[in-house]
């Protein structure tokens, strides 16, 4: 019975392959989905499996046709139920069966060692030379056709003697002749043919010599690129060990994707990492409800000759849906703290994107359901085999809709945009400081860095980060803050104003204007003096953070930073400034 098993690639967004065939046997009425990361474990995959649907069939043919046909049929319902039943408790358990598999890659199982599997080429073997061929007797005067026989006659007459005798002579010389050019035309043909032997045999030779210094060359170059490969593989190891950004995203794309999983469940994933935090932003793709499987039970009905299935209710249906992207999330979590050897993520955030068919607009669209946040002590001290995943994805703070399956947008608790193109590398003040320091005096420039460094010491506890923008003295953003706390988080942007006068509403004003421009979620403005009472009115209400002189002095306080603010010596310098620009 023929199998058909077309194989196809699909590459992540990193352009890591995955190898899938479609098998199916026809008389069996079988079929599945065979996955591999290489192709040559792929093909031994499906070469088993078609070996044993194959026996299988052989020994269905083998008994009495209608008898085992259904008998058969019995089999195929029994099968496609159990395969049924396998697949919804594989989905049922995913967070289990993952936790009990370590996550951590096998450099060393990277590395491609199998030996180079083409035969050298085989010495050429003509066999002996061609041996000469036998030569005739020589003629030999005792013969008997050269024996004279002489009548009385011829005895009795010399003449008639002498010519019989001449004529044996004559014979046996003629016969010895033919005899020598026999011999010679038999020697002149085994030296051709022991010259073409030769000739042939030396052919062969330079034919083999070439041969096997090209499969020298093939088997060197060979061991050349597995030397290479493994060189990759331990520089790949030295960056994820050093931590480098790039290297860890790739590191964690990898366990990710040699992460085994229903064919349902699609491995397509985009990641950011904060490499000073070591917070890593997952946005995942999950399934949508429709492509989880419904079959429940397959029976084989002997009156009609036919297989009757039975499918999950609705409410089984929505429940099994909410209940895999609840695991499939803590899964994934776990996997990425569980195989990070290096230390490398201090904190997961992970976005689960569904792309799905919009009911209302019959257009496909992609959307965020859930999303959470995760530290790496937090989340390891967490005993999954024996959680709820739904509690413990609620008791993580994680949000999204009750009921997953209705395929309801969320707000992501953070998508850092890390393209804009104002920020600017950021040095550290604070450790400059001391208490002799006049804040009210700072370069300007230098107090936008000192306010960046205190509030990424304030956001580090919940691996948040802070950009310094691009230097400006107008009312633009001088600093940005993404915050994941669930709560508060979110994009802040701040402004530092090292004033030695009030701060007028029209600067409040210009920040709330910043915030709705920038989608930020909420706006900051701190000084070294104070604001007016239209600036505290106007900003009441609205996400807008007022920070005083003294309040600034009470952050750097609980940081460890020392330092002072005197507004009347600030405005002494402005004025004597201003008197000798002006004269």
Same mark, same amino acid.
């Given at each position: 019975m023929e199998t058909s098993f077309p194989v196809t690639v699909t590459y992540s967004a990193r352009g890591i392959p995955t190898y899938r065939s479609e098998v199916s046997h026809d008389g069996l009425r079988k079929y599945t989905v065979i996955r591999a990361g290489d192709p040559d474990?792929? !093909?031994?995959?499906?070469l088993a499996q078609v070996l044993q649907w194959n026996a299988a069939w052989e020994k269905l043919s083998a008994s009495e046709q209608y008898k085992r046909l259904v008998e058969s049929r019995k089999e195929i319902a029994i099968d496609r139920t159990s395969e049924a039943q396998r697949l919804l &408790?594989?989905?049922?358990?995913?967070?289990?069966?993952?936790? =009990?598999?370590? !996550?951590?890659?096998?450099?060393?199982?990277?590395?491609v060692r199998t030996p180079f599997s083409v035969s050298g080429p085989e010495k050429p073997n003509l066999g002996p030379e061609p041996a000469p061929r036998p030569t005739p007797p020589a003629p030999k005067r005792s013969d008997y056709r050269y024996q004279v026989k002489l009548s009385l006659f011829d005895r009795l007459m010399a003449h008639r003697k002498k010519v019989k005798l001449a004529d044996a002579e004559n014979r046996f010389d003629a016969d010895m002749s033919t005899w020598r050019d026999e011999c010679a035309a038999l020697s002149a043909e085994h030296a051709s043919?022991?010259?073409?032997?030769?000739?042939?045999? !030396?052919?062969?030779?330079?034919?083999?010599? @070439?041969?096997?210094?090209?499969?020298?060359?093939?088997?060197?170059?060979?061991?050349?690129?597995?030397?290479?490969?493994?060189?990759?593989?331990?520089?790949?190891?030295? @960056?994820?060990?050093?931590?480098?950004?790039?290297?860890?995203? &790739?590191?964690?794309?990898?366990?990710?994707?040699?992460?085994?999983?229903? &064919?349902?469940?699609p491995r397509e994933f985009d990641f950011d990492l904060n490499h000073e935090t070591g917070v890593l932003l997952l946005n995942c793709k999950l399934p949508p409800p429709e492509d989880l499987p419904r079959l429940a039970e397959v029976k084989y009905v002997k009156t009609t000759d036919a297989l009757s299935e039975?499918?999950?209710?609705?409410?089984?249906?929505?429940?099994?849906?909410?209940?895999?992207?609840?695991? +499939?999330?803590?899964?994934?979590?776990? &996997?990425?703290?569980?195989?990070?050897?290096?230390?490398?993520?201090?904190?997961?955030?992970?976005?689960g994107l569904v792309t799905s068919t919009d009911k209302s607009t019959g257009n496909e669209t992609t959307v965020c359901v859930l999303s959470v946040q995760a530290s790496r002590d937090a989340f390891l001290a967490i005993n999954l085999a024996k959680v709820d995943p739904k509690a413990c994805f609620r008791q993580l703070k994680g949000v999204g809709s009750s009921k997953l399956y209705s395929i309801t947008p969320i707000a992501p608790i953070m998508e850092l945009?890390?393209?804009?193109?104002?920020?600017?590398?950021?040095? =550290?003040?604070? =450790?400059?400081?001391? =208490?002799?320091?006049?804040?009210?005096?700072?370069?300007?420039?230098?107090?936008?860095?000192?306010?960046?460094?205190?509030?990424?010491?304030?956001?580090?506890?919940?691996?948040?980060?802070?950009?310094?923008?691009?230097?400006?003295?107008?009312?633009?953003?001088?600093?940005?803050?993404?915050?994941?706390?669930? +709560? @508060?988080?979110?994009?802040?942007? +701040?402004?530092a104003k090292r004033y030695a006068y009030t701060v007028g509403v029209s600067a409040v004003r210009d920040l709330y204007g910043t915030v709705l421009?920038?989608?930020?979620?909420?706006?900051?403005?701190?000084?070294?003096?104070?604001?007016?009472?239209?600036?505290?009115?106007?900003?009441?209400?609205?996400?807008?953070?007022?920070?005083?002189?003294s309040n600034l002095l009470h952050l750097l306080g609980k940081h460890g930073v020392k330092a002072h603010i005197n507004l009347t010596e600030a405005r002494k310098i402005a004025q004597e400034r201003l008197g000798r620009a002006s004269s």
């Open positions: 474990i792929l !093909a031994k995959k499906v &408790e594989t989905l049922r358990n995913i967070l289990v069966g993952g936790i =009990e598999q370590d !996550a951590k890659l096998d450099w060393e199982l990277r590395k043919e022991l010259k073409a032997h030769r000739a042939k045999g !030396a052919m062969l030779q330079e034919e083999y010599v @070439r041969a096997l210094a090209k499969w020298e060359e093939e088997k060197t170059a060979y061991r050349e690129d597995q030397e290479k490969q493994h060189a990759e593989v331990d520089q790949m190891r030295a @960056r994820y060990e050093a931590k480098s950004p790039d290297a860890v995203i &790739e590191y964690c794309e990898r366990v990710l994707s040699n992460s085994d999983y229903p &064919e349902c469940i039975q499918f999950l209710s609705d409410a089984q249906c929505t429940r099994l849906y909410d209940d895999v992207l609840y695991q +499939i999330t803590l899964r994934t979590i776990h &996997e990425l703290f569980q195989s990070d050897s290096a230390t490398a993520l201090s904190t997961v955030v992970f976005n945009q890390r393209d804009d193109q104002r920020f600017v590398p950021s040095y =550290e003040v604070a =450790e400059r400081l001391n =208490e002799g320091h006049n804040l009210a005096l700072m370069d300007w420039e230098d107090f936008e860095h000192l306010i960046r460094e205190i509030f990424e010491k304030e956001f580090s506890y919940s691996g948040g980060e802070v950009k310094v923008t691009q230097a400006s003295r107008d009312g633009g953003v001088d600093a940005v803050a993404f915050d994941p706390d669930p +709560i @508060r988080g979110g994009k802040i942007v +701040i402004q421009n920038e989608g930020a979620s909420k706006g900051i403005v701190v000084t070294t003096s104070d604001y007016g009472p239209d600036a505290y009115e106007f900003a009441n209400g609205k996400p807008l953070t007022l920070l005083s002189g």
